[in-house]
Antibody, heavy 122, light 114 residues
Framework: EVQLLESGGGLVQPGGSLRLSCAASGFTFSNHAMTWVRQAPGKGLEWVSAISGSGDRTYYANSVQGRFTISRDNFGKTLYLQMNSLRAEDTAIYYC???????????????WGQGTLVTISS | QPVLTQPPSSSASPGDTARLTCILSSDINVGHYKIYWYQQKPGSPPRYLLYYFSDSDKGLGSGVPSRFSGSKDASANTAILLISGLQSEDEADYYCMIWPSNVLFGGGTKLTVL
């Protein structure tokens, strides 16, 4: 059974940093590109970042480019999102999701974790 | 900047066919993209439902009933999610998604089953 379990969310002051983790199980982690999608309270979905299965290619939304870094540990089957210079508008539930294939090509996000809440406030 | 516009809300009765729309901005042509649809119920993560490119290139997500289907209205530059035999459990938010360069989501439609 595919499982994705996010952790690392919490309350952080503006300008602070946070690292999110997404522990994967039930599938061959290294064979799948992974992505982060966020959802502000009461709002819609916003794509944040993605990484290929091997970790050699990364992609970012303009809104987080230069502040967030996506990475993965294929041995430990864990996806990460390092978030720096956090702003109030980064407040959201952050979901990790898997793609069907190893590359970041046009495809669905076919399984999602339960999400972790990040709150940016002083 | 490409935009996907979804009506904030829609309603239908049990047994009806719900028709949810996703209008693409004029700078992107619906005929060029696979459209992905997701369902999200309160307190739950999104669930992948299906993709639609054409009648010969489409697919349902794992475990998704065949009551869910997609289509396009090229004249309106619009993607459509159809849910036939509407059930109370179909009450949820529905999001469309495309990949013009980076991933883009519509704002979502809250479907109420009356």
């Amino acid at each position: 059974e595919v499982q994705l379990l996010e952790s690392g969310g919490g309350l952080v002051q503006p300008g602070g940093s946070l690292r999110l983790s997404c522990a994967a199980s039930g599938f061959t982690f290294s064979n799948h590109a992974m992505t982060w999608v966020r959802q502000a309270p009461g709002k819609g979905l916003e794509w944040v970042s993605a990484i290929s299965g091997s970790g050699d290619r990364t992609y970012y939304a303009n809104s987080v480019q230069g502040r967030f870094t996506i990475s993965r540990d294929n041995f430990g089957k864990t996806l990460y999102l390092q978030m720096n210079s956090l702003r109030a508008e980064d407040t959201a539930i952050y979901y990790c999701a898997k793609l069907p294939g190893i590359s970041m090509v046009v495809s669905p996000f076919d399984f999602w974790g339960q999400g972790t809440l990040v709150t940016i406030s002083s | 900047q490409p935009v996907l516009t979804q009506p904030p809300s829609s309603s239908a009765s049990p047994g009806d066919t719900a028709r949810l729309t996703c209008i693409l901005s004029s700078d992107i042509n619906v005929g060029h993209y696979k459209i992905y649809w997701y369902q999200q119920k309160p307190g739950s993560p999104p669930r992948y439902l299906l993709y639609y490119f054409s009648d010969s290139d489409k697919g349902l997500g794992s475990g998704v009933p065949s009551r869910f289907s997609g289509s396009k209205d090229a004249s309106a530059n619009t993607a459509i999610l159809l849910i036939s035999g509407l059930q109370s459990e179909d009450e949820a938010d529905y999001y469309c998604m495309i990949w013009p360069s980076n991933v883009l989501f519509g704002g979502g439609t809250k479907l109420t089953v009356l």
